[in-house]
């Protein structure tokens, strides 16, 4: 799986560097199918479900799920979520990170910066021995600290061979509850954290996810397998901890 994640992480960098005002959404799926095809992957998210793109493209209240599309041109102040993965020998990865676009509100700087907080905290407690609720608390305890809402209708997954697989990996729980974690497992930790309630709305086209209150949204997610030595991010590069700082 680390071809896979390394490839996912690699398209989401590009992806994330090219998120700048003037672009459409459809341009960036478009260079996304691009990079992952070059290198002999195939786009995991195109076709899946029937979801038309290589990329997710979910901009300020879209929370996930946004279909890229000509119509969409980012603009100056815009944070884009962008969810990606690539398919390689059979394997998938999976991750994403909301990229601010041009010159973004301190509120939004703010918001990105937590929900990267929580993700790297729900990182840290996959691991042997712990549950999956250790995962949601530390994701959780973070966000709700800070006055935001978690979405609760959208979790993250386990993964492999299929892009969703067992368990569920919720962005909230309590400590010591939940399914125990096991060396071997590979889970896509992803928190979805809105500015203001956790409340959504499931738009009409079946795919597309707002915030109902229509604050805007975050959205970061690495695949990580759980080692005896601790958790392995898979889905990076390397020398970039990160996809992309702006």
Same mark, same amino acid.
């Given at each position: ?9 690699? =398209?989401?960098? $590009? ?22 095809? #070059?290198?002999?992957? $195939? ?13 997710? #493209?979910?901009?300020?209240?879209? /929370?996930?799920?946004?279909? !890229? *599309? ?8 815009? /944070? ?13 990865? +999976? ?9 973004? *509100? ?18 840290? #407690? ?11 608390? #530390?994701?959780? *305890? ?26 569920? =990996? ?18 896509? $930790?992803?928190?979805? $954290? ?10 009409? +086209? ?31 590069? !390397? ?8």
């Amino acid at each position: 799986m680390r071809e896979a994640g390394r490839l996912s992480a690699k =398209v989401l960098r $590009i992806v994330g560097e090219h998120a700048k005002p003037g672009v459409s959404t459809l341009e960036l799926d478009e260079l996304a199918e691009e990079t992952i095809r #070059a290198e002999g992957g $195939i786009p995991a998210f195109k076709g899946y479900g029937g979801f038309p793109g290589s990329i997710c #493209a979910s901009v300020n209240d879209q /929370i996930v799920h946004g279909i !890229p *599309s000509s119509k969409v041109a980012l603009r100056d102040g815009d /944070i884009l979520s962008i969810d990606t993965g690539a398919t390689v020998d059979g394997w998938v990865g +999976d991750n994403a990170w909301t990229y601010p676009v041009g010159k973004v *509100s301190e509120e939004k700087k703010k918001l990105l910066r937590v929900t990267e907080q929580c993700m790297w905290a729900g990182l840290d #407690a996959a691991r042997a021995g712990n549950r999956l609720g250790d995962i949601g608390y #530390a994701v959780q *305890s973070i966000a709700e600290g800070e006055g935001y809402g978690v979405v609760r209708e959208l979790v993250g997954h386990g993964i492999g061979r299929e892009m969703h697989e067992e368990p569920n =990996v919720p962005n909230y729980g309590h400590r010591h509850l939940g399914m125990k974690l096991e060396v071997g497992m590979v889970l896509a $930790i992803e928190p979805m $954290i809105n500015c203001g309630t956790r409340n959504v709305r499931f738009m009409p +086209d079946g795919w597309l996810v707002c915030t109902r209150d229509g604050k805007p949204s975050a959205h970061f997610e690495k695949t990580v397998a759980i080692t005896k030595e601790g958790p392995v991010v898979l889905t990076t590069e !390397p020398d970039y901890r990160c996809p992309v700082s702006k």
